[in-house]
């Protein structure tokens, strides 16, 4: 059964016969066995009867280097990660998707205005009270001054005075919000490995590159929780229904709490909402996009909007009726959207709504 099921997975194509690395095999089996090592062990064992693996490898070995890298360890004949095989994991997404990033500063996010912050532009403008003396541009205030009252008589007032912009910049707090419903797995497509991939190599590269930034991590399916950022690898997908009203709900409450200037949510999702909240229950409806759930759902974007709530949707489908409905979502918000598909994750269509711009974008 569990062959069947590794069978079906378009992945297996293209990576098994190209392998150099058995970590990576490793990496990808655990993430689809939510974080259960003997499972991906199993499947490995499964993989090399069929060929796919070759046989002069020795898995026995390769677990006991795990053990001794202290990726892994065993207790009570269960195998579990450690606490540095959960980073492991995180860095190992990062550099599957994110190997072809530029490196860049660490700690601050540009924007585009001026304002108070630590980078200097070439630009001037005339002092206001309160600004730091170790911005004055000193030629020009004074040419300033000698363009006032002569360069036999330089008397230098505060209107004489030009300082340098400096370029903002600013912390962010953000919440990534992966769909774990039962349509992550539906029709025996995998969505929710890749979309645990996304999730590991976006945790890794805020935590990285932005520490400054809070980061939240929550999941969605008939209910919205908080769960920890050691906990990503585990996630599973459960017989839920898709209630991204609350999700968004939830993300907006704990970003309302944060001191950070700029507040974003991180959606992971295949797009298709299907329950929501109404008067204390729970009103659902798999079948298609119900009109109800559809208007409450975009209704919170909007609400996200007006409280200057970024949302950025990563989309794991090649389906066009999917497709239209984040469309949807990301006009409401004026967001962005990332669109892939489950086997090509770090490849994909960017869309900022914001400023109708679309690209083809590559990690």
């Given at each position: 059964m569990e062959w069947e099921y590794l069978k079906r997975q378009k992945w297996?194509?293209?990576?098994?016969?190209?392998?150099?690395?058995?970590?990576?095999?490793?990496?990808?089996?655990?993430?689809?066995?939510?974080?259960?090592?003997?499972?991906?062990?199993?499947?490995?064992?499964?993989?090399?009867?069929?060929?796919?693996?070759?046989?002069?490898?020795?898995?026995?070995?390769?677990?006991?280097?795990?053990?001794?890298?202290?990726i892994i360890s065993v207790g009570g004949g269960k195998a579990g990660l450690t606490s540095r095989g959960e980073r492991w994991i995180r860095e190992k997404a990062f550099s599957l998707m994110f190997s072809r990033l530029k490196k860049g500063g660490r700690g601050n996010h540009r924007v585009p205005r001026a304002g108070e912050g630590r980078e200097r532009l070439t630009e001037t403008r005339q002092y206001r009270f309160g600004d730091p003396y170790t911005g004055i541009d000193i030629p020009a205030s004074l040419q300033n001054a000698v363009k006032r009252c002569g360069i036999d008589d330089i008397d230098m007032k505060e209107e004489d005075l030009q300082v340098y912009e400096t370029e903002h910049l600013s912390a962010c707090a953000t919440v990534l919000l992966i769909d774990i419903s039962h349509s992550m797995i539906l029709y025996g497509e995998d969505r929710i490995t890749p979309a645990k991939q996304v999730a590991l190599a976006f945790t890794e590269f805020i935590l990285t590159r932005y520490p400054k930034d809070s980061l939240n991590i929550a999941v969605f399916g008939d209910h919205a929780k908080e769960i920890a950022i050691k906990d990503i690898p585990y996630i599973t997908v459960g017989p839920y229904h898709t209630n991204t009203k609350a999700g968004l709900q939830l993300a907006r409450s704990i970003l309302r709490r944060k001191h950070q200037p700029n507040k974003q949510i991180f959606m992971i999702t295949d797009g298709k909402p299907s329950a929501m909240y109404h008067r204390g229950m729970l009103y659902k409806n798999p079948y298609g996009f119900d009109p109800k759930i559809v208007s409450g759902t975009l209704e919170e974007a909007y609400v996200c909007r007006q409280v200057n709530i970024l949302i950025t949707t990563y989309m794991i489908t090649e389906d066009p009726y999917l497709v239209s409905f984040v469309e949807k979502l990301s006009e409401a918000n004026k967001g962005k959207a990332y669109y892939s598909t489950p086997d090509r994750v770090g490849d994909c269509i960017f869309v900022d709504y914001q400023k109708n711009k679309r690209m083809r974008n590559s990690f």
């Open positions: 297996l194509d293209d990576v098994l016969p190209v392998l150099k690395d058995l970590m990576e095999l490793f990496h990808r089996l655990l993430l689809q066995a939510g974080g259960d090592v003997n499972q991906a062990f199993k499947w490995m064992r499964y993989l090399q009867e069929q060929g796919y693996v070759g046989a002069d490898v020795d898995l026995k070995k390769f677990r006991e280097a795990l053990e001794n890298e202290q």
